[in-house]
């Protein structure tokens, strides 16, 4: 599949963050969708879901571990990159468990972020 054809979603609640992400991945020839929040992420679910998910972990009201919870437990199945600016051995082990393809530390590589992404679509 062509990459101009993949949809990343970005759900994190810094704008400039989602801002960031979703100009390097559309000038890697990938499909960005950007959301504030969970919620809104999980809304946007009913016109299709997304080829993989980028999702920060410390949000307000749904965190990104909540929402891979979410997503589990509703059988939804998508390659899930976590990104956080605090470096929690315990939090990576419960990503990683909730299956979570990557955990990523802020401020993210570029070249460490296409690759876990190009990784977790395999």
């Known amino acids: 599949m ?8 970005i759900v994190d609640d810094d704008a400039s963050v989602r801002k960031a992400l979703a100009l390097l991945l559309t000038a890697s020839s990938f499909v960005a969708e950007t959301h504030e929040s969970g919620a809104e992420f999980l809304r ?6 997304p080829h993989c998910l980028v999702v920060d972990l ?5 965190t990104g571990l909540e929402l891979q919870h ?3 437990s509703e059988g939804v199945r998508i390659p899930t990159i ?3 600016a605090h470096n929690e051995f315990d939090v990576q082990q419960k990503c ?9 530390l802020k401020p ?13 679509l395999k």
């Open 96 to 104: 990683e468990a909730a299956g979570a393809k990557a955990f990523l």
């Open 2 to 9: 062509s990459s101009s054809l993949i949809r990343v979603a």
């Open 44 to 49: 946007s679910l009913a016109k299709g879901k």
């Open 70 to 72: 979410r997503l589990v």
């Open 82 to 84: 976590a990104i956080t």
């Open 58 to 62: 410390q949000m307000p009201e749904m």
């Open 108 to 120: 993210i590589q570029e070249a460490v972020l296409l690759d876990a992404i190009k990784s977790a």
